[in-house]
């Protein structure tokens, strides 16, 4: 059943980012989804996530 998500931005730009980021998202398998869930629980995966960015997608991307 479609649900709807609110996105809250600080301006239009960013609100489409966020749009179409979570159109990718919603087109993930569920353990994928589950596994990122997981993640963006964690304080120390976030900041891992910032701080090494260049590191993890030259080794993923």
Known sequence: MPRTLEIKASNPITEDQRYE????IN?????????????????????YLTSKWN???????
């Open 21 to 24: 980021a979570l159109k990718k």
């Open 27 to 47: 087109s993930l398998s569920d353990l994928e989804l589950e596994r990122l869930s997981q993640l963006a629980d964690s304080a120390k995966a976030r900041k």
């Open 55 to 61: 590191m993890l997608k030259k080794f993923v991307l």
